[in-house]
């Protein structure tokens, strides 16, 4: 009906602007470009003191804030060192208390019962705990007194000296003739 009587549509728009005065008083500030205050003067509204294009093509408005450069490298530096140290106050905890549970450990550190899991399963890949049926324990230290030494340490026997010196003589020959007096 409102498309066919212009009447109809004028007394609508009347109605609509006097239930929502604020929406049209709204509008009017969003899309002029001056801003009325009271009868003395205008005030130029933000639109207006921006002229600049925004990149999205949209009308001018405030000047976007540039967002802060992340530096992804000390980010992820920062989160090892902390859960390395975390790594370091589960093994004291385990140390303290080594027949305590997870839920214990985790209560102990203020962690959850999932991150007292990740840091088990990172110490057990890393050979410092291992799982000893159904309790996590530490692992035993292995230092220098309990590994063996390396092959190329051990001494020498005489079985792989030449026989046979340089020049020819049997090595008893050599033996022999060092100790006898001359």
């Given at each position: 009906m409102l498309k066919t009587d212009a009447?109809?549509?004028?007394?609508?728009?009347?109605?609509?602007?006097?239930?929502?005065?604020?929406?049209?008083?709204?509008?009017?500030?969003?899309?002029?470009?001056?801003?009325?205050?009271?009868?003395?003067?205008?005030?130029?509204?933000?639109?207006?003191?921006?002229?600049?294009?925004?990149?999205?093509?949209?009308?001018?408005?405030?000047?976007?804030?540039?967002?802060?450069?992340l530096d992804v490298a000390a980010y992820q530096a920062r989160r090892i060192a902390q859960r390395d140290a975390d790594d370091e106050r589960l093994?004291?905890?385990?140390?303290?208390?080594?027949?305590?549970?997870?839920?214990?450990w985790g209560g102990a550190l203020g962690k959850s019962r999932t991150a007292?899991?990740?840091?088990?399963?990172?110490?057990?890949?890393a050979g410092r705990i291992?799982?000893?049926?159904?309790n996590w324990a530490l692992?035993?230290?292995?230092?220098?007194?309990?590994?063996?030494a390396p092959r190329w340490i051990e001494p020498l026997s005489g079985a792989r000296v030449a026989r046979h010196a340089a020049d020819g003589r049997v090595r008893g020959e050599l033996t022999m003739m060092a100790s006898s007096p001359a």
């Open positions: 009447c109809a549509a004028l007394a609508a728009i009347m109605v609509v602007s006097n239930a929502h005065s604020e929406l049209l008083a709204w509008a009017q500030r969003a899309l002029s470009p001056l801003n009325v205050i009271g009868r003395e003067g205008a005030v130029p509204s933000d639109a207006a003191q921006n002229s600049e294009p925004k990149p999205n093509g949209c009308r001018p408005g405030k000047p976007r804030r540039e967002a802060a450069k093994i004291e905890a385990m140390r303290l208390a080594p027949g305590a549970s997870i839920r214990e007292i899991v990740q840091g088990l399963h990172r110490l057990r890949d291992e799982r000893d049926g159904g692992a035993p230290v292995q230092g220098a007194a309990t590994a063996a």
